[in-house]
């Protein structure tokens, strides 16, 4: 028995609404992915140096990461945040990957000579990656030359 005033178009609509929240019930909301990344390496690296600056270094960390699938600087970069959040095994990592993948980046050598003279370790390794750092780049040497000379002096405190 059909109750007063159901018509044919309202049980119509209703049973397509009840397939609909029946089709929908198990789904997400419709979710939006990218097949290609709108931005090249450098501006993630960029953006990266951007939210670093912003002191969000667990953002950097991710712009850096989507760089250095094609931008092997990117590794340093990864290096010195982790350095900055204190994640020191992280840091080695990232700065041994960059030394590999471009081994005439004096930056990431004398960065890994300074990880190894705030831990206290590895101090001849760190003397000589420091050396190696101002033999590739002597323009930085004021730099270069200052850690250098504080792995020494750490290295002298230990006799």
Known sequence: MKPKNFKRADFVFLLFALCLLLLFAGCS????????????????????????????LDAAIKEYTLAAKNL???????????????????????????????PHNAEAYNNLAWLYYTKKENLDQAENLARRALELNPTKGNIYRDTLEKIRERKGEGK
């Open 72 to 102: 092997p600087l990117a590794y340093l970069y990864l290096g010195n945040a982790y350095f900055l959040k204190n994640e020191l095994e992280e840091a080695e990592k990232y700065y041994k990957k960059a030394i590999k993948k471009e």
């Open 29 to 56: 909301l419709p979710q939006i992915i990218i097949l290609k990344d709108p931005l090249t390496p450098e501006e993630h690296l960029n953006l990266g140096v951007a939210y670093e600056k912003q002191g969000a």
